[in-house]
């Protein structure tokens, strides 16, 4: 059973920082890419960034220039450290990873962590 643990929500100042975490667990072969998305209430989910197994990495223009998503492949933990936080970043944060169990490979979420701007 593979599981993805957040952590590192809370409440910040408009123009602050924080830093997510995710760790996997489980009977993990492999992990290929892994990303954050986010949804607001009444919105849809949708991707933050994204980190391949080369650490190629990709954001969405909304958090171009204030998010940075890296992997520590040795733990296997997926970070989003978020800067100059705006209140539209509120919203619950979800952790994403393909990974390999066994022979195949499964898409994986985390429960989520909150995080909230005020302004």
């Known amino acids: 059973q593979v599981q993805l643990v957040e952590s590192g929500g809370g409440l910040a100042q408009s123009g602050g920082s924080l830093r997510l975490s995710c760790t996997p667990s489980?009977?993990?072969?492999?992990?290929?890419?892994m990303a954050w998305y986010r949804q607001a209430p009444g919105k849809q989910r949708e991707l933050v960034a994204f980190i391949n197994s080369g650490d190629g990495t990709m954001y969405a223009d909304f958090v171009k220039g204030r998010f940075t998503i890296s992997r520590d492949n040795a733990s296997n933990t997926l970070y989003l450290l978020m800067h100059s936080l705006k209140p539209e970043d509120a919203a619950v944060y979800y952790c994403?990873?393909?990974?390999?169990?066994?022979?195949?490979?499964?898409?994986?979420w985390g429960q989520g962590t909150q995080v909230t701007v005020s302004s």
């Open positions: 489980g009977t993990i072969r492999a992990i290929y890419t």
């Open positions: 994403n990873a393909v990974i390999k169990v066994g022979r195949d490979e499964y898409n994986y």
